[in-house]
């Protein structure tokens, strides 16, 4: 595993593997809390478009200097964004990557960092997402405490195509606290050695591939209190969207003497936990206590993001209920025949639709000995795709319409191309692997209903790599 210094102290090793592709994260203040609780977790709103195209995590760090934050932009590039052409034997891509930090409040152009970003591989496959291969990038910028936007462009150069994503926040002056906490890091895994940590970072706030054995929250601490405060309890907890605490993490005491120091955490999900939106927050707690309990005036520091749990694993699959469920197997038409989806539909209860459900999936994973079920994943998060891109006035949801059936049976074509003729615009998608060819006409003449007029398809949906 590659490894790269975290800037932000020498005890720390950074490091980053394929396994950790997942959604983009999200920081998020801390609702009701404590007025003695310092939130210098900011709260940016992630904008992408396409959905997944590339993944950002913002983390905040107080700088080396007197009233300075740094901020860190992590970027993941998997290659499936990317285009890829042969050449001498071997496939290349490239791409710029451009970072922008902004004034939120004028708008203005702070500072722009543009970098291009060449790529080179041996086999096809991984140009095509066979080995879930990416590329990553760490960028970093010195602020004065404001209100920020950061915005992460990503230019493909082979196909001219841009994807964006940007995230708001607020950096508060931490100078001015006694006692203040960096953003909260996510981690698959956390190795201690010596003065030092091995660390897996975990570049998503959709843990639910972490359920099964939990996962690790890292953060920094700054203490101005000098030897007045030489120790401190943290708890990390989980909220729902009523601010109700789900589960907490063991009581743990750490030293805090340092101007600076690092800690970490380990937490795990209760199984119960519904597929939805959460806070997790990690608190701070005079060192008054041996129990699980305090109270709000114990909080001395808090720092707060946001994390979620998605259709991801084998173990999600008996988690779907009500109207999440049905909707999950009617999306089953381009995978199953229409005799196994009437035969989970006919379950005499919810139970009976989650086990029928369940075993049919269970047939389909290519690594049964495993927790993923890598067939489920990569099925439904074609549909998620095709639900954000292919909608359509005739068919409604992306999933139903022409190019979201053909994307969900085959993946992302080979290669593209689009022309007008006769005042419309006809979109043709190349498989070679498949020897298929599909070709879309746009029935609107503004590029809102592609229909599909040659090529229909007789394959369904099979897991291939």
Not at 54 to 82: A, E, N, W
Not at 143 to 170: C, H, N, W
Request: proline content about 5%; hydrophobic content about 35%; some cysteine.
């Amino acid at each position: 595993m590659k490894q790269y210094p975290l800037k932000s102290s020498p005890l720390l090793v950074f490091g980053l593997c394929a396994l950790v592709l997942a959604l983009p994260s999200t920081l998020l203040r801390a609702q009701n809390s404590p007025s003695t609780v310092f939130q210098n977790a900011p709260s940016p709103i992630p904008q992408q478009s396409p959905a997944k195209a590339f993944f950002m995590d913002v983390l905040f760090f107080k700088g080396d200097r007197d009233s300075t934050q740094r901020v860190d932009i992590f970027t993941v590039v998997p290659y499936t964004t990317l285009s890829f052409m042969k050449k001498d034997g071997v496939y290349l891509g490239d791409y710029y990557l451009t970072i922008t930090l902004k004034d939120a409040t004028t708008g203005k152009d702070l500072q722009t960092i543009r970098k291009e970003r060449p790529l080179k591989e041996d086999r096809i496959e991984a140009t095509l997402g066979a080995t879930a291969a990416f590329d990553n990038m760490q960028t970093s910028f010195m602020i004065a405490p404001g209100s920020y936007t950061v915005i992460a462009e990503v230019e493909d150069i082979l196909s001219k195509r841009t994807v964006s994503m940007q995230r708001s926040f607020k950096a508060l002056q931490v100078d001015a606290m006694q006692f203040a906490m960096s953003s909260v890091m996510l981690a698959s895994a956390i190795t201690p050695n010596g003065d030092r940590f091995g660390i897996t970072p975990y570049l998503s706030d959709d843990v639910s591939p972490l359920t099964q054995d939990g996962f690790y929250v890292f953060f920094e601490t700054y203490n101005a209190f000098g030897p007045g405060l030489d120790s401190a309890d943290f708890v990390c907890e989980v909220l729902d969207e009523k601010n109700n605490r789900l589960t907490m993490s063991r009581r743990t005491r750490y030293n805090v003497a340092a101007p600076r120091d690092q800690h970490y955490l380990g937490i795990k999900l209760p199984p119960q936990m519904q597929l939805g939106n959460y806070t997790l927050r990690v608190l701070a707690l005079r060192a008054n206590d041996t129990t699980q309990k305090f109270q709000d005036r114990d909080v001395i520091a808090a720092s707060a993001r946001t994390i979620r749990l998605e259709w991801k694993g084998l173990g999600w699959l008996t988690m779907l209920k009500g109207e999440e469920l049905n909707r999950a197997v009617r999306q089953m038409r381009y995978v199953a025949q229409a005799g196994e989806i009437t035969t989970i539909q006919n379950g005499t209860n919810e139970e009976e639709k989650q086990k029928r459900f369940y075993e049919y999936w269970q047939r389909l994973d290519p690594t049964p000995k495993t927790l993923r079920n890598e067939a489920f994943e990569e099925y439904y998060q074609r549909i998620d795709y095709a639900n954000r891109n292919f909608r359509t006035m005739g068919a409604g949801e992306g999933w139903a319409s022409d190019m979201g059936m053909i994307y969900t049976i085959f993946g992302q074509p080979q290669y593209t191309r689009d022309v007008r003729r006769d005042g419309r615009i006809l979109w043709s998608w190349v498989y070679p692997t498949f020897a298929r060819e599909f070709v879309f006409v746009d029935f609107t003449g503004f590029g809102s209903d592609f229909r599909l007029s040659s090529g229909m398809p007789f394959e369904k949906y099979r897991y291939r790599r």
